[in-house]
């Protein structure tokens, strides 16, 4: 797997991460650099850990699955993708309640943002890639991308958090399709 294709993965998950750190600097109480910091930090921890996690699961099942894992990846790649457009398309309900950067709203959230990390190391396994890197890189974008989301959501509001998501939910649909054509390929 390319560095480009790590990113734009990377930039895929990290997308429902940005639109919460959106909505997240829109509420009074994560105005500040203690906030920002605890979003991205969690926030890029937990888009580390998930893929980790997901890739010794998925280690352990890939010698079942070798002859079909290219439709697997897709369909993960796909739910995942079809659940971030989902979401995109549906009004927020009570994310501006209370402060996302502390205690359990903080931990859910950041669970929540992930588990779609989850299932992409699952996918690294059945290709045979590494974990580490990617879910560096991944951990590392999505930090980067909170802070722009919460500076984002300081200064415009929840105007473009949404197509932000549905953006990040095509671009994972669509490196799906390209890794199974490319297994078709060859």
């Given at each position: 797997m390319t560095f480009i294709e790590i990113l734009f993965i990377s930039v895929g998950l990290a997308m429902d991460a940005f639109a919460v750190s959106i909505c997240a600097g829109t509420n009074e109480l994560t105005k500040g650099k203690r906030p920002t910091f605890r979003l991205s930090f969690h926030f890029g921890l937990f888009q580390f850990l998930m893929p980790v996690?997901?890739?010794?699961?998925?280690?352990?099942?890939?010698?079942?699955?070798?002859?079909?894992?290219?439709?697997v990846v897709l369909g993960l790649l796909a739910f995942v993708g079809l659940k971030m457009i989902k979401s995109g398309f549906e009004k927020d309900t009570d994310i501006k309640k209370g402060d996302l950067s502390k205690g359990m709203n903080l931990v859910m959230v950041s669970i929540a943002t992930s588990l779609d990390a989850f299932a992409i190391g699952i996918s690294f396994a059945m290709l045979n890639t590494g974990v580490w890197y990617p879910s560096i890189i991944i951990?590392?974008?999505?930090?980067?991308?909170?802070?722009?989301?919460?500076?984002?959501?300081?200064?415009?509001?929840?105007?473009?958090?949404?197509?932000?998501?549905?953006?990040g939910g095509i671009i994972?649909?669509?490196?799906?399709i390209r890794i199974l054509i490319g297994h078709i390929a060859t």
């Open positions: 996690l997901g890739w010794f699961l998925g280690s352990g099942i890939q010698r079942y699955i070798e002859a079909y894992d290219h439709w951990g590392i974008v999505t930090a980067v991308l909170s802070i722009v989301g919460v500076r984002v959501g300081n200064k415009l509001g929840t105007k473009f958090g949404k197509k932000m998501e549905i953006l994972l649909i669509i490196i799906g």
